[in-house]
């Protein structure tokens, strides 16, 4: 018995510990189990996305959650800061948003993973927010915002001023650091709001300072001393005044590079060759009852103008004696005779166009000037027309007064030629319907209203030009017709097409404008615009049919809302004792009146 006892004993122990054992995988499965169900597919106790409680809410209640204090300060407008202006950008105009949906994704859902359980059970989850980035919607926020930030480089310049060369050296331009800028907005959307220092690089001037010092000296050598001109048995001597008269200097690449204009070198010694020359002219059309006419050439004889200008750029570098050269006397055959004229067929008007705009004093000066130098242009088959080449530049001296102008950052400003990409505006449209081919021609960096969008023009001296081409195998006359609030421009010679229309798509890829505080004294205010991307299609018909057609894609930035006064976000200092107003001032805030829209620079 005893020994039966003794078998059986560890049996039972076997089967206890089996029972204790089984007993506690059970307990251990329950409390998995309950764990599962506790954890279930919603928010566990403990969650936190950026120190936002979410534990224990429902994935709707914990997007609610987000989207009112997270999401809240993601949508308030950040604030980009230079040292005198402030940009108000809508984060989500920029492309940059809060996703708390895909926030919340990472803490929601089931796990069989014990360990894991556990884990979730012991520790807080903290979640990283989910935030998603137009790259397009930003890239465009801050192109706007360079509009009002970038200041070009300003090009050195040498001109004659009372007959002596006055250089004004170049100054480095600011541009906004797109790249630098935007990380810096994507950093900071998220966060509690505090202004963004725009990140600037310098621009320098494409023409250094030691070219243009070396273009200086070159002049102050060129007008010292006299040129002596053999002509024939005759020797005339151009006074150093006529050399400072016709010597200019225009921007090739990075050089100043010198140009003599011989028409001025010629008249300065013409009484001296009087003996041995006749007068000429070249043939001319004027317009006669809406019909163009041929103005007969006459043939002279003496020294042409042009070889004049060459043999004597060769020597303006030099010191005397070596300021001597020699021309040859011949016919001075006009570089149009009557009959050229009467075979280029130049018989009717091919196309007009009138630009309106609101009278102003230095606009009816500046587009009348512009106006006044292209009329009479004569176009042959395959040349190419230079509105800056034709209107030359934009001083006092060529007959331009200050008017308004787009300035740097699309803010408008004053400037000597304010007004003439009316007369820009005028010639491009008059060429587009005359079928002209288009060589080079650049919207307004900003929408002005008064142009048709997408079919106008502008320049800027120094930076680039509206150039157009006469690809008809036909020469085309130009003739302009200026009053007081429009210019009309119109092509004479024969049509190419029977018709020729500009049908225009909508507007696209609108992008909001910024505002901008501005705390300068020269602040003068403007309401914004919106920036926006048209097509123009130009569409050209012959026999009633349309045998070809050229979309024209224009690009307009936004443009800021200028409101003068300090940055919002600084404490307003006591105020002191206003002045008188200024009867003839405008008031604060106020847009400047019909701006012009010229350049005075590009526009990025």
């Given amino acids: 018995m005893a020994e039966h006892e003794r078998q059986a004993s560890p049996w039972r122990a076997f089967l206890r510990a089996l029972f204790i054992i089984l007993g506690i995988v059970a307990a251990v499965a329950t409390l998995y189990l309950g764990a599962i169900v506790l954890a279930g597919d919603g928010i566990r106790s403990g969650t936190t996305v950026a120190g936002v409680d979410i534990g224990g809410l429902s994935k709707a209640e914990a997007i609610d959650k987000l989207n009112g204090t997270i999401g809240a ?30 926030t919340i994704a990472q803490a929601t859902g089931r796990t069989w993973n014990p360990i894991a359980l556990v884990n979730d059970f012991m520790t807080q989850l903290e979640i990283e927010p989910i935030t998603s980035i137009d790259q397009s919607a930003l890239d465009g926020q801050l192109a706007a915002v360079a509009t009002g930030i970038d200041q070009p480089a300003r090009e050195p310049t040498l001109i004659m001023t009372q007959r002596k060369p006055v250089l004004t050296p170049g100054v480095d331009g600011l541009a906004l650091d797109v790249a630098a800028t935007g990380d810096a907005m994507k950093a900071a959307f998220m966060q509690k709001r505090q202004p963004i220092t725009a990140e600037l690089i310098d621009v320098p001037p494409v023409v250094s300072a030691e070219n243009a010092q070396q273009a200086e000296a070159f002049a102050r050598t060129a007008i010292k001393n006299p040129v002596n001109v053999n002509a024939g048995n005759i020797t005339a001597t151009i006074p150093p005044a006529a050399i400072a008269d016709a010597l200019t200097f225009t921007r090739e690449g990075g050089q100043l590079v010198p140009v003599v204009d011989g028409a001025i070198l010629h008249q300065s010694i013409a009484g001296e060759l009087a003996a041995v020359e006749i007068p000429g002219r070249d043939a001319t059309f004027e317009i006669v009852l809406m019909r163009p006419v041929v103005v007969p050439s006459q043939v002279g004889s003496g020294i042409a103008d042009d070889e004049l200008s060459a043999q004597v750029a060769t020597v ?4 005397p004696p070596d300021r001597t050269v020699t021309v040859s006397m011949g016919t001075r055959d006009p570089k149009l005779t009557t009959e050229q004229a009467e075979q280029l067929g130049i018989t009717q008007k091919i196309s007009s166009f009138t630009q309106q705009f609101l009278y102003a004093a ?20 395959g040349e190419t027309f230079s509105m800056n080449d034709t209107i030359k530049e934009r001083t006092i001296a060529n007959g331009y007064t200050v008017g308004f102008v787009i300035g740097a950052g699309g803010v408008f400003a004053e400037e000597l030629g304010g007004g003439v990409s009316a007369a820009t505006t005028t010639m491009w449209t008059a060429a587009f319907f005359a079928g002209m081919e288009r060589t080079f021609t650049r919207a307004h960096s900003i929408y002005i209203s008064r142009y048709q969008p997408g079919l106008e023009a502008t320049v800027a001296w120094g930076s680039f030009d509206m150039q157009f081409t006469n690809d008809t195998p036909h020469a085309v006359v130009i003739t302009t017709k200026m009053k007081n609030t429009s210019m009309t421009a119109t092509f004479w010679g024969t049509p190419t097409y029977d018709e020729i229309k500009a049908e225009f798509g909508p507007k696209y890829q609108i992008r909001p404008y910024p505002t901008v505080y501005d705390k300068s004294k020269k602040c003068l205010g403007q309401s914004g615009m919106d920036g926006f991307i048209i097509d123009v299609d130009r569409v050209f018909y012959k026999d009633g049919v349309e045998v070809k057609r050229e979309t024209i894609t224009s690009n307009y930035r936004a443009s800021p809302k200028v409101i003068c006064g300090k940055d919002p976000d600084k404490p307003a200092k006591p105020a002191k004792p206003a002045k008188p107003a200024d009867p003839g001032a405008l008031p604060s805030g106020s847009p400047s009146p019909a701006p012009s829209g010229d350049e005075v620079a590009p526009a990025p």
């Fill in 362 to 381: 230095y606009r009816v000066q500046n587009i009348g000037e512009a106006a006044r130098r292209i009329n009479g242009t004569l176009l042959m088959p």
């Fill in 316 to 319: 303006l570098g030099n010191q």
């Fill in 73 to 102: 300060v993601a949508r308030k407008p950040l604030r980009v800061r230079t040292s005198e202006r402030l940009f108000v950008v809508d984060p989500r105009a920029a492309g940059l948003r809060f996703d708390a949906e895909a």
